[in-house]
């Protein structure tokens, strides 16, 4: 049963269970030309701080995350073309959020104009690879530690 | 402004912002005598299927983070005692959900016999250290993923 329905997700009760419901979302581990990272900080109201991440977005009713992927790269970064694979998927807070986060891996990217969403402000940040162990303290948000540690988890083995 | 509030978590609005709002949580990378991690495999309604996850739970009011991952650890698994250090804190799922887990790493632990929540229906499984590499793929959960990959890479740098 729908308790809640806003714009971002509903509330749902089912056999006394509360759910946060959201549409499912994307995250890439996007590695440029010369080896870097590309990351994008921005201000986060929902935890009031913040936060540098990995790319991502919410998959539109019907797209494929694969799309949506591709889009969200593009719109926050300029970065397309290239060699695109899926590196995880897993959900975010599965005690009460039903949000699933699939996490693509993409190299061999293009350079172009980013078009971010009016009102979002994005920083672009690039970390070369060999620095990313040394920096991971700096990353507070579950799936950009997730999805980097498993990018370099993968590249070392 | 709150608008609607549950036993588990609330909505707030503010400035626009939808937030799903939760106490904090805490999970646990636990290894035992035998060198091996210790998961709990339970269904989890929210997302409609059952996953293998570090042992976890949420932060009582007033209570510290470190408190509660014993009590917790304790709980599900019997284990106790032991050395503990804090090896990661972040935002679940930023974006929308006011939800941040602390995860602790702990060894040197004692077993014990486990006194699970009523209702709670937990399984216990235990990976040797030295196959979770190869095991990972049979992950699904962002906390766990994020916990056992800093726990594997700390161990090697």
Same sequence: chains 1, 2.
Avoid: C
Avoid at 6 to 18: A, C, I, N, P, Y
Avoid at 51 to 66: C, R, S
Avoid at 106 to 131: H, N, S
Wanted: aromatic share 6%; no cysteine.
């Amino acid at each position: 049963m729908k308790v809640w329905e806003g714009k971002r997700f509903s509330v749902l009760v089912e056999d006394g269970t509360e759910i946060a419901d959201s549409p499912g979302a994307v995250a890439i581990v996007a590695v440029d030309a010369e080896e870097r990272v590309v990351l994008v900080r921005q201000e986060r109201p929902a935890v009031g701080v913040k936060l540098l991440e990995l790319p991502a977005g919410m998959i539109d009713e019907g797209e494929e995350p694969l799309a949506t992927a591709r889009r969200e790269l593009r719109e926050e970064t300029g970065l397309h073309g290239g060699n695109w694979r899926e590196l995880a998927a897993f959900w975010s807070a599965p005690g009460f959020v039903r949000h699933r986060l699939t996490v693509f891996a993409a190299d061999g990217l293009e350079e172009g104009a980013a078009e971010p969403d009016e009102g979002e402000d994005l920083e672009i940040v690039r970390w070369p690879l060999e620095e990313v162990d040394a920096r991971l303290v700096e990353l507070e948000d579950a799936k950009t530690l997730a999805g980097l540690l498993l990018y370099l988890h993968e590249l070392k083995s």
